[in-house]
């Protein structure tokens, strides 16, 4: 039974609140981990981003490649570029919850 305060009461002792869900990155909640193939150069090139410093991690390297590369595309680029990443967030979501 939905009560005015927005909350749900089951046989009047669990409550259940609905919760408002906020605008949040893709990037801020992973769906699930996975594994990218490459070759040792471009390994190498991630690992001396982090022995110089670049990054703490080369996944963080990996980042800021990535933010780089959006920065420099034209703004139609990039709002195709963030529809198909959306596209494919949103593929994942539902195939991780099969």
């Known amino acids: 039974m939905m009560e005015n305060n ?3 009461k089951i046989n009047g002792h669990v409550t259940l609140e609905k919760m408002k869900l906020e605008n949040k990155q893709h990037n801020e909640y992973v769906t699930f981990d996975t594994t990218l193939r490459m070759t040792n ?5 991630m690992k001396a981003m982090v022995i110089l410093g670049y990054a703490p991690t080369q ?16 703004d139609d680029e990039r709002k ?3 529809f198909q990443i959306e596209t494919l967030e949103r593929s994942d979501a539902l195939n991780s919850n099969k």
């Open 6 to 8: 927005n909350s749900y």
């Open 41 to 45: 150069h471009l390994k190498n090139f």
């Open 59 to 74: 996944q963080k390297a990996l980042k800021k490649i990535q933010d780089s590369y959006m920065e420099q595309l034209g």
């Open 80 to 82: 195709t570029l963030k």
